[in-house]
């Protein structure tokens, strides 16, 4: 139906930086908000950062300042650029979109399989 697929993860040392991709693609009529989640190991899923159809983000206290997330509506994609990354950002990180599917009437709530971060020396 809709499939979200995430890309941009790896290995990088605590200071650097990332930028992870979801692009939505199917049976689409229109993709309201999108969302980055992460899980670290042990640890239960948690919101990293959320934007809107019209834009509007907000963020999780550990990553504002350092995360910003965008959305490219044209291409149904959300980024997430994560800057001055510390070893505490490693986890695999999550896209999740409302979508409207062709032919429906309400919106579902969509996960892609994720990416993995690890933030290490």
């Known amino acids: 139906q809709v499939q979200l697929v995430e890309s941009g993860g790896g290995l990088v040392q605590p200071g650097g930086s990332l930028r992870l991709s979801c692009a939505a693609s199917?049976?689409?009529?229109?993709?309201?908000?999108m969302a980055w989640y992460r899980q670290a190991p042990g640890k239960q899923r948690g919101l990293v950062a959320h934007?809107?159809?019209?834009?509007?983000?907000n963020y999780a206290d550990s990553v504002k300042g350092r995360f910003t997330i965008s959305r490219d509506n044209a291409q149904n994609t959300v980024y997430l650029q994560m800057n001055s990354l510390k070893p505490e950002d490693t986890a695999v990180y999550h896209c999740?979109?409302?979508?409207?599917?062709?032919?429906?009437?309400?919106?579902?709530?969509?996960w892609g399989k994720g990416t993995k971060v690890t933030v290490s020396s």
């Open positions: 199917g049976s689409i009529s229109r993709v309201n908000a």
């Open positions: 999740n979109a409302a979508v409207l599917v062709i032919s429906s009437d309400y919106v579902n709530y969509f």
């Open positions: 934007i809107t159809g019209a834009g509007t983000t």
